[in-house]
Nanobody, 122 residues
Framework: QVRLEQSGGGLVQAGGSLRLSCAASGRAFSELAMGWFRQAPGKEREFVATASRSDDRTHYADFVKGRFTISRDNTKNTLILQMNSLKPEDTAVYYC???????????????WGQGTQVTVSS
């Protein structure tokens, strides 16, 4: 059974940076297409970024392009989201997700991390 454990996040001023990590276990990391979603108060969960199993293909939501970078550390079985130039509207709970059904590249996940709060002050 795939398990995702998130770390990182916190409080930062606008313009600052944060790094989120998501460690996967229970399945070979290279078998998991993974990505990030977020959910702000009173809003639906929305897609942020995704990376293919081999990290050769990535896709970002328009509102994070040029500011966020998704990457995979295969030596540590960890998915990373580097967030730069943060804005108050980036404030949300961020969730990592994984597709354990064998897709090479996916933004439809059946396994989720526990979520981590990111708060950006103005």
């Amino acid at each position: 059974q795939v398990r995702l454990e998130q770390s990182g996040g916190g409080l930062v001023q606008a313009g600052g940076s944060l790094r989120l990590s998501c460690a996967a276990s229970g399945r070979a990391f290279s078998e998991l297409a993974m990505g990030w979603f977020r959910q702000a108060p009173g809003k639906e969960r929305e897609f942020v970024a995704t990376a293919s199993r081999s990290d050769d293909r990535t896709h970002y939501a328009d509102f994070v392009k040029g500011r966020f970078t998704i990457s995979r550390d295969n030596t540590k079985n960890t998915l990373i989201l580097q967030m730069n130039s943060l804005k108050p509207e980036d404030t949300a709970v961020y969730y990592c997700g994984a597709d354990s059904r064998g897709s090479h590249y996916s933004a439809e996940y059946d396994v989720w991390g526990q979520g981590t709060q990111v708060t950006v002050s103005s």
